[in-house]
């Protein structure tokens, strides 16, 4: 029995959670942040990524921020989901797989059909009020008309800063709206941390898909899941930091595995 067999009967025969990173949407046509062509190598997360100079930036030079949105969603509004997208979702439409839990921020697991995710760091389409909490999604096509309209002002400072908050939007409560991702020093969304345990309390098999298990807290999920017992599967072409701890390590893209998988899934 080869690799993709072994993991097809893990599936089908125990209770599954997913965890997925970057790696997961990197044939998605999504570069991972850090890793070449990245946005970190032209973008500077400690300015783009980090309260409060993002607000600072915003308020002083506002053409950056724009720019800098104008090519964050233009790579997202690009991105379809790959096989491994589809793959989790079909395993959780046949009550294979308790749920996802995801550090990606591209909304690609709920456009392959997803339902049960656990978004430890937020999701480029959905936005929160910063009084409330209050939730509210853009579509694609909302955001697609925002980028348009950051193109056509450019450089007019006002219009800028007029055309981001107007997008953001004011809650019924009277606050703003702001986005739901988590920026660099900020603690992960309680209710997704409690989800994600949760899921795992719950899991027999800890299936880790394409993170390389540096970023904190989401890195301690994979031992976490080992000391409750669970099976770790690992899908990454690198070895990261939890190779040494799987009990099996697939050495490929997460796309092509899931790809095998879906090939003989239904048939074996």
């Known amino acids: 029995m080869n690799k993709v067999e072994e993991v097809i009967v893990l599936i089908k025969s125990k ?12 044939e998605s046509g999504i570069p991972t942040f850090r890793g070449r062509g990245g946005l970190w190598e032209k973008y500077d997360p400690r300015v783009y990524a980090t309260l409060p100079f993002v607000f600072f930036t915003f308020l002083k030079n506002p053409d950056k921020i724009s720019e800098f949105l104008i090519e964050f969603y233009e790579v997202l509004l690009r991105a379809e989901p ?39 760091h ?11 909490n209050r939730k509210k999604i853009k579509t694609k096509e909302e955001i697609r008309r925002f980028i348009d309209r950051l193109k056509r002002v450019k450089f007019r400072r006002r219009e800028l800063i007029r055309e981001i908050l107007f ?38 098999v800890f299936l880790s898909i394409g993170t390389s298990g540096v970023v904190y ?42 790809s095998k998988i879906l090939e003989i899934f239904d048939n074996f």
């Open 15 to 26: 209770k599954v959670v997913a965890f997925t990173g970057a790696g997961a949407s990197l």
């Open 82 to 120: 790959n096989s491994t997208h589809y793959a989790l979702a079909e395993f959780e439409k046949k009550g294979l797989l308790l749920g996802v839990i995801t550090q990606n921020i591209d909304n690609l697991h709920q456009l392959a059909g997803t339902k049960n995710i656990s978004e430890l």
């Open 122 to 132: 937020g999701n480029a389409y959905k936005f929160r009020c910063r009084l409330c």
């Open 167 to 204: 997008f953001m939007g004011r809650c019924p409560c009277g606050a703003r709206f702001i986005p739901s991702v988590v920026f660099f020093g900020q603690a992960l969304p309680e209710e997704e941390l409690v989800k994600a345990y949760d899921l795992i309390d719950k899991a027999e």
């Open 217 to 258: 807290p989401a890195a301690g999920f994979p031992f976490y899941a080992k000391s409750r017992g669970c099976f770790l599967i690992e899908v990454n072409p690198e070895n990261s930091e939890i190779s040494g701890l799987a009990d099996i390590k697939i050495s490929d893209s997460a796309n092509n595995f899931f």
